[in-house]
């Protein structure tokens, strides 16, 4: 089956009545993209941010009347009018075996001291490494965005061995899953997002450390450790953004056991003073293990030691 595409570019106030008169038209399914520049950073569930320009690409079979070439370019003006965008057009996409296009993405990824990431369906290129065996496809944390690769090279870097850890906006689970790879006794996952306690769960039953992984929302992961009178740990992640860093900043220190270790990421450069200085009443931040790495920003981790 043969596909055709109309894409429309907007301001975002009129993304919803564009939305709308592509699926009167019979488009199958509509996917937004950023027509400029502008980052949006991860959003809260149940967020729904958009770019101020907007480009709308609705997708119709070739094969039926909505999808004919030539009603699509006349349908391109009129919704074009309609929506006072700035720019229509109509482009043609080859049929293809999209699962196995969207999977031949994803490659193994070497990380710092021979610990590999390796989705689901390959094969490990060392058997003998410490392999992270990962969906990607469920929740963020699939150590192809830097601020993962950031916290993975840190978490090698420590002695986990028999460890307990907090995995705090754990996403895919893929930093609690490393930690108990590479030794920690327990890990205690926990994020905003539904889905990303699924992800995890379904993610430490692949890597076979289940039994030491326990994903939690927040309120939940609050009341457990209250009402199990839970001791502090000795190492924390929390690979989320500066906002709820600095937020958070007190309540991670009633989680931590004196001179246990934690690492921040999620931050841009300019982000990271701010949140240092959030910390600094109960964190020793150690500027050596502060670093930048180039993916679109120049992204930050901070580390350190808690004081109490």
Not at 90 to 111: F, L, T
Not at 172 to 191: E, H, K, N
Request: aromatic residues 8%.
């Amino acid at each position: 089956m043969a596909w055709q595409q109309l894409h429309l570019q907007c301001e975002k106030d009129n993304v919803d009545l564009a939305e709308a008169l592509l699926l009167e038209a019979g488009a199958l399914s509509i996917a937004l993209d950023d027509a400029g520049d502008q980052p949006l950073f991860e959003p809260l569930p149940g967020e729904s941010p958009l770019w101020d320009e907007v480009i709308l690409t609705g997708l119709f079979d070739a094969n039926t009347d909505a999808g004919n070439r030539q009603l699509l370019e006349e349908l391109s003006h009129e919704i074009g009018a309609q929506v006072q965008a700035s720019r229509t057009w109509v482009s043609a996409v080859d049929d293809k075996d999209w699962e196995r296009e969207w999977m031949s993405n994803y490659k193994p990824i070497e990380c710092a001291n021979n610990l590999w990431i390796v989705p689901n369906w390959l094969t490990p290129p060392n058997p003998d490494a410490t392999n992270i065996i990962m969906d990607p496809g469920l929740a963020f944390g699939t150590g192809y965005h830097a601020t993962t690769r950031l916290c993975l090279d840190w978490l090698t870097e420590q002695d986990l061995t028999d460890k307990v850890v907090i995995d705090y906006g754990c996403g895919s689970g893929i930093l609690g899953i490393a930690a108990l790879l590479l030794g920690a006794r327990q890990v205690y996952a926990v994020d905003i997002d539904p889905q990303a306690v699924l992800a995890t769960n379904q993610n430490a039953a692949r890597n076979h450390v289940d039994d030491c992984l326990q994903a939690f929302l927040p309120e939940d992961f609050n009341n457990y450790w209250q009402q199990n009178d839970m001791k502090p740990v000795e190492i924390m992640v929390a690979n989320i953004l500066a906002k709820p860093l600095i937020g958070l900043a007190p309540y991670f220190a009633t989680l931590m056991a004196p001179k246990s270790r934690i690492v921040l990421a999620g931050l841009i450069e300019s982000q990271t003073e701010q949140v240092s200085e959030a910390y600094q009443p109960y964190f020793t931040l150690d500027p050596k293990h502060a670093f930048t790495a180039q993916e679109d920003q120049h992204w930050q981790r901070l580390s350190g030691t808690f004081t109490g």
